[in-house]
């Protein structure tokens, strides 16, 4: 609900603060006081496009901020909720800003936000609704939604939605498994020789290290076996080698050990394991030496296949570490041409079922859809008379669309259509019905649609324009109808609109300076009644005019 709104600087308004309460409020005035003006403003404040006239002669800047009082389930906190923005308390403040330069800026609770969110909350907070107004009602893209609505299809439609993804995911799996057969048949030729050439082959893993490692001991060849044969020299030497002095060591010590008892034990259980290490030592070096004797000719066979490796690797632009990866690869992508068929027929009966599913839920929802569309009809056309659209047709057109075409919604494009005189051709609202009577069409569907998004205030401009009488009381009565659920707001010229009024507000421009200001004031009751009367009589307000007044209001 709109509970504030809060005008700077705007056209002909300098200052003004309006409180609103829940039920039917309006405005009435006389003819270019200024009524447009506010609804200018609250517009500029939901995002709709700034335009540098508004600014009001003289000034630096203007700004507009709406205030809405909304509950904790309201569909305004998910669309927050989805920007990331935290909202502590239940009111939510819109406020926009424009400068001369016909720039402006936008707050959701005094935090920066794009103008297109406040469009977005917008449409959840309240709807606008002027003869020329392109949004809501008049949108034709939200009469599928407002017909499920009506109908409560709401369940069938999201089941329908849910079944079309999967159609679509099925399909799209189809189309891709269909792709990637017909690449793996492209390249059927080249995938056989690169797996069998790679099997031939056989990388294995760890493979090229270990070549690197051997390659190089083979290079060093000579280097690596003079080497060894020193050291193994300095082991052996009867005169001078390890194991000749350790020996040495360990007799000594063997002389002299029963008289040292004990205390000697440790040092000569060294000296024995030394002499055991000096003989592993011995046996490891001439192993080695042997070995490197033997692979006197290996050099040439471990470079043949270290550069076999690095051949194969750079052909398919890959390590070598990754080939034996690649072999499975190219073996899967081969496999998948002989499964592939099979998984393609899989594949292509998931996708004809997936369809089947999707078609008979759509075409239930369709034939539901045909029967809310009867009912809604039915249900606007016993409102048309009182407002005297008597010769009028309401229809909801609901057009089979081709396949191509489907969607989540399902299978039908809906559109609200009227006829405004019998036998003619039924058209869209905006394009058939002329102003006063696009005003009235949009409050019977108002008035039928009433249950559907109850927490969205409503603002009607001049809804009942060119009628008066009992089409204005029927008008009026409508309006007031709406109200006992919601909040909503009007713009009138009627008295009999006027008076059913919960809370009333008179628009006027008086003179400031040397200039003119418009002016709100809120009307108490007997305020109210002259005018009214003002509205009934015209420029002398008679005392028949404030009986009549009287009677409009009635009791209070």
């Not at 309006?18 to 609250?42: C, H, N, P, Y």
């Not at 907070?125 to 939604?145: K, N, V």
Request: proline share 3%; aromatic share 4%; glycine share 8%.
């Amino acid at each position: 609900m709109l509970v504030s709104l809060s005008i700077r600087n705007i056209v002909l308004i300098e200052k003004l603060d309006l409180t609103f309460d829940q039920g039917l409020g309006v405005l009435t005035g006389e003819t270019g006081a200024g009524k447009s003006i506010l609804l200018d403003s609250l517009g500029f404040a939901l995002g709709h496009r700034a335009d540098a006239r508004l600014l009001r002669p003289g000034a630096e800047q203007a700004g507009v901020t709406a205030t809405f009082d909304v509950g904790s389930g309201h569909p305004a906190w998910a669309v927050l909720q989805e920007q990331d923005f935290e909202i502590e308390d239940q009111l939510l403040i819109l406020r926009r800003i424009l400068t001369k330069d016909g720039r402006s800026r936008a707050y959701v609770n005094d935090q920066p936000a794009a103008v297109a969110l406040l469009r977005r909350l917008a449409d959840s907070l309240i709807e606008i609704q002027g003869q020329f107004d392109q949004r809501g009602l008049m949108d034709p893209a939200t009469h599928r939604g407002l017909l499920d609505a009506y109908g409560k299809l709401e369940n069938k439609a999201t089941g329908v939605a849910g079944l079309w993804r999967r159609w679509r995911e099925a399909a799209a799996a189809r189309e891709a498994a269909a792709q990637r057969l017909a690449e793996a048949q492209r390249d059927e030729a080249y995938l056989r020789h690169a797996v069998e050439e790679l099997t031939t082959l056989d990388p294995q893993p760890g493979e090229e290290a270990a070549l690197t490692e051997k390659r190089n001991r083979l290079m060093h060849r000579g280097k690596l076996i003079e080497g060894v044969n020193a050291a193994n020299r300095e082991i052996e030497d009867e005169e001078r080698g390890a194991a000749a002095g350790l020996g040495r060591s360990q007799r000594a010590l063997q002389r002299i050990a029963e008289t040292a008892g004990e205390a000697l034990a440790p040092a000569i259980e060294a000296v024995e394991r030394a002499l055991l290490e000096c003989e592993e030592a011995q046996a490891q070096l001439s192993a080695f030496a042997r070995d490197m004797e033997m692979e006197a000719d290996g050099l040439e066979a471990v470079e043949d296949r270290y550069f076999a490796l690095q051949d194969m690797a750079r052909k398919h632009h890959r390590g070598v570490e990754d080939l034996t990866a690649l072999r499975d690869e190219l073996a899967a992508r081969l496999g998948a041409i002989d499964g592939g068929e099979a998984e393609l027929s899989a594949l292509a009966r998931e996708t004809a079922e997936a369809r089947r599913n999707y078609m008979a839920a759509a075409e239930t929802l369709s034939e539901a859809r045909r029967k809310a569309a009867r009912k809604l009809d039915k249900a606007v056309a016993a409102e048309l008379p009182p407002l005297k659209l008597e010769r009028a047709v309401f229809a909801t057109g609901i057009e089979r669309l081709e396949e191509p075409d489907w969607s989540a919604q399902g299978l039908d494009r809906i559109a609200f259509e009227v006829a405004t005189n019998p036998g003619s051709k039924a058209g869209p609202l905006g394009k058939i019905a002329s102003g006063g009577e696009l005003a009235r069409f949009l409050l019977s569907l108002k008035v039928v649609l009433a249950s559907i998004n109850p927490e969205r205030s409503l603002v009607f401009d001049e809804v009942d324009s060119g009628v008066g009488g009992a089409t204005a009381h029927a008008v009026g009565e409508r309006l007031e109808r709406l109200a006992r659920d919601r909040q909503i707001l009007v713009v009138t010229h009627s008295p009999q609109v006027a008076a059913r009024g919960a809370q009333h507000w008179q628009v006027q421009k008086e003179p400031k300076g040397k200039q003119v200001a418009t002016q709100v004031h809120h009307l108490d009751a007997g305020d109210r009644r002259e005018e009214i009367a003002r509205m009934l009589s015209g420029a002398e307000i008679t005392d028949e005019a404030r009986a009549a007044a009287e009677r409009l209001i009635g009791p209070a």
